[in-house]
């Protein structure tokens, strides 16, 4: 018999996925990366890892046995993974309305319930604890947010000067923005509407539209102010207005931001010598004002050094909007970009005391799990995005504003 010869076991076909050699394994794995990691943007990718690891050396430094770098090492670890097997992904199906509503939908209900089943920590309910995990829903919320916004102006964007549109898409945002305010978290709520106004402002809104949607904010901001704001809210707000007022009190955390940021001078304390962070004058040194504690230990020049990084990471957001294939992705690294920024403006403001005192993370150095795997799997679709960049036919362009995505292919 041709190819078997005398034995009792069956003959193995070495061509089959099954029964590959080492050799081939390594080549075909290899093959399967370089395939895959093409179009990865290795240097928003690089940038990104780089402000994770000034975060890292800011959390080693201020104590010796500190769970918080063994944590956040793990969790930069996760979300690398998260980026990869996103940047592999043919996100096309994105476009889709009722995949678009369905990821929506899907992330609104755990905002809901943790109004009633969520864990209060320091008078917040905005974590869901699994197996000692904690899990921020409004961290990928945000991130279905800017999906489901990205649809809808990416088939109504030529339309955008009807101000039905700016409604219905305030709608959309309204019910997230509503929901985790009430948790409360004031400084989630903010980041949730800059992104909606963001995106909205980068449609296309008419100018007498921008007006009325600035008044409309201030009537709301009033409205909360007498009834959705709770004390210490509007504590918040008198010491940005006036923060020696209240030293001791409601302006005792922008107060001590304030002295970290200015005691580092040009070239730092030194890492692991900062004592705002170290003798804990700092409060949540490692999340909320960790940009305090890096200035103290950095100075004028890590400050330098991290705003390039930043700034890095923003540029190949926006490159990567300007080569989108359609409306879709254009709009959706426009939103991603949005994210990122007010994170980065918030954070930096109010740890200079120049914005109210809010409790929002800075992308890719504050410590916790949930914000950094958003923000990795954002960038993750941006990269699988970039694959197709470019390469929209006309007739895909047209689908774009007749609902064709909505059909099946």
Sequence with gaps: MAGCYTTSL???????????????FISHTLSFCKRNT?????????AALMLCGLGLVTMSSFTHNNPFFVRQSAWIIFGVIVFFVASTVD?????????????????????????VLGRAVKGAKSWFVLGGLGIEPVEFAKLALIIVLAKYFSRRHIEIRNIRHIFVS???TLIVFVLVALQPDFGG???????????????????????????????????????????????????????????HGAGYNAYQSMIAVGSGQVFGKGIGYGTQSKLRFLPEYQTDFIFAAF??????????????????????????????????????????????LAHFMLHVGISMGILPV??????????????????????GIISGQRRYARAAPRETLQKEFSGGYDKVE
């Design 358 to 379: 809010t409790g929002t993370t800075i992308p890719f150095m504050s410590y916790g799990g949930s914000h950094l795997v958003s923000e990795f799997l954002a960038l």
């Design 189 to 247: 709520a903010i980041i949730v509407f800059l992104i909606w106004l963001s995106m909205v402002l980068f449609s296309g809104m008419s100018r007498k539209h921008l007006i009325a949607v600035v008044l409309l904010g201030a009537v709301a901001f009033t409205g909360l102010w007498f009834f959705g704001f709770h004390a210490y809210h509007r504590e918040r707000i008198l010491t940005f207005i006036n923060p020696a007022g209240n030293i």
């Design 91 to 115: 996100w096309r199906f994105l476009r889709r309305s009722g995949v678009a509503v369905g990821i929506y939908a899907a992330l609104i209900i755990p905002l809901v319930g943790l109004l």
């Design 10 to 24: 069956p003959c193995r076909n070495y061509s089959s996925p099954f029964f590959l050699t080492v050799p081939d």
């Design 295 to 340: 200035s103290e230990e950095w100075g004028f020049i890590g400050i330098l050094i991290a705003f390039t990084l930043y700034g890095i990471v923003f540029i190949r957001i926006g490159r990567s909007a300007m080569r989108g294939a359609s409306n879709f992705e254009v709009f959706f690294a426009w939103g991603v970009l949005s994210y990122f």
């Design 170 to 172: 305030g709608i959309y």
């Design 38 to 46: 093409r179009f990865v943007d290795w240097i928003a990718l690089g």
